[in-house]
Each structure stands twice: as structure tokens, then as C-alpha cells.
């Protein structure tokens, strides 16, 4: 099955960039979406297709793909940002189609 | 919105039974899933089904799961069977949607739901 790789952390001061990594082989030929998950709370999808984000979902948020990595990007973070955040992408091919990345946690400094 | 009811513990090698409740809107027409996170870990896919009936389960769950859907109720549910405490996970059931072979995810979320298996 297809593996997505993010690293455990990263850690942000407020009001600069933010970016989450999720490698996968070829992962440009996919579809990522991005999630973020607060504390207790139930992930919440913050980019589709890559860079296409859901109604509600502000434009700091945003995502590109290319080769083996695809990335998140959150401009001028917030103290609120803080949460895990995980890539999926769906494989057709696959009898796993459905899979995430081990998540990244957000630390805003 | 959706909305996971059911027991919060079960014993080992019993069955764990969750519905979802969908509100808001017809349950038709869509795909409708359950993922789960163990305690302090990541987002694991265990299986999605159509209002069909058919169904798609994570391989490594395949032999004791089983999903159905309710289309008068508006609900659909999941049962897992031969549980072991490694099956101890907030069950999240989520609507898929499809639009297109590649872009597939997860937009609907319920809050999620503890299930404890111990004895």
C-alpha cells in the first residue's frame, strides 16, 4: 500500500510561515488533502485536490504538490493554528485506497 | 452533521457496534465512512460504504467488519468483531466524497466516539 511520510513536529512563531511536509513516491501524481486536528476535537478538512480549500477555510491555508512532496502552507500563523495536521491522498489502484500520513503536531512558539 | 452512538466499552473477543446518525440531509447518493485514532496516534481508515450496500473495508480489518446502511433511518453502521484492546480507538464516522477517481476525501466529520475494549 502507498505510504505518506510527514515528520512528528514543527515549531512556528507567531505570525510567520508555517509548512507541513507529506512525501510520498510520486506523490504528484495524486490528489492531497490536508487536515487539522485540535485537541478533542474531530479532524477538519482545510485543502482538497491539493490546493483547493473548502468553504469557510481562510486563505492562509494553502497546499502545492510536485515530484515526492506535497506541502501546507499556513501564512502569518495564529496561537489558533496550533493542532496535528495530516495529508491523505485516495489510491485507486490499491486494496488500501484510503490513506493518511502519521500527522504533523504544530507548536506556535 | 453526523452523529456516532454506542457503547463506550466492550469486552475482549465480543463485537463492537456503532451507528452514525446523519442530520441535515439525505444519507443518499453519497459514500459514508468510519476511521478511527487509537489514544495519542494517528488516522486510521477502517472501511467506507455506499447507500447501495457496497462496501470497501481496510484489509487489515477485512475479516471482522462488517458496514451496512439504513437508508430510512438515515444512518449507516459498523460492527467489529473479535475485538482486542488494540481495537481501543475514538471511531470517527465520516461522509467521503467523490469527485473525481483521484480527488476522494473525507469533508463531514461526526465528533468521534471512545470505545474502550477491556474486560
Known amino acids: 500500500s502507498y505510504i505518506l511520510t510527514q515528520p512528528p513536529s514543527v515549531s512556528v512563531a507567531p505570525g510567520r510561515t508555517a509548512r507541513f511536509t507529506c512525501g510520498g513516491d510520486?506523490?504528484?501524481?495524486?490528489?492531497v488533502n490536508w487536515y487539522q486536528q485540535k485537541p478533542g476535537q474531530a479532524p477538519m478538512l482545510v485543502v482538497y485536490?491539493?490546493?483547493d480549500r473548502p468553504s469557510g477555510i481562510h486563505e492562509r491555508f494553502s497546499g502545492s504538490n510536485s515530484a515526492n512532496t506535497a506541502t501546507l502552507t499556513i501564512s502569518g500563523v495564529e496561537a489558533g493554528d496550533e493542532a496535528d495536521y495530516y495529508c491523505?491522498?485516495?489510491?485507486?489502484?490499491?486494496?488500501?485506497?484510503?490513506?493518511f500520513g502519521g500527522g504533523t503536531k504544530l507548536a506556535v512558539l | 452533521q453526523l452523529q456516532e452512538s454506542g457503547p463506550g466499552l466492550v469486552r475482549p473477543s465480543e463485537t463492537l457496534s456503532l451507528t452514525c446518525g446523519v442530520s441535515g440531509g439525505s444519507i443518499n447518493h453519497y459514500y459514508w465512512s468510519w476511521v478511527r485514532q487509537a489514544p495519542g496516534k494517528g488516522l486510521e481508515w477502517v472501511g467506507y460504504i455506499y447507500t447501495s450496500g457496497k462496501t470497501t473495508y481496510n484489509p487489515s480489518l477485512k475479516s471482522r467488519i462488517t458496514m451496512s446502511v439504513d437508508t430510512s433511518k438515515n444512518q449507516f453502521s459498523l460492527k467489529l468483531n473479535s475485538v482486542t484492546a488494540t481495537d481501543t480507538a475514538t471511531y470517527y464516522c465520516a461522509r467521503l466524497l467523490y469527485l473525481s477517481l483521484t480527488v476522494v476525501y473525507f469533508d463531514l466529520w461526526g465528533q468521534g466516539t471512545l470505545v474502550t475494549v477491556s474486560s
Open positions: 491523505q491522498v485516495w489510491d485507486i489502484n490499491s486494496d488500501l485506497p484510503a490513506v
Open positions: 485536490n491539493d490546493n
Open positions: 510520486n506523490i504528484e501524481n495524486k490528489r
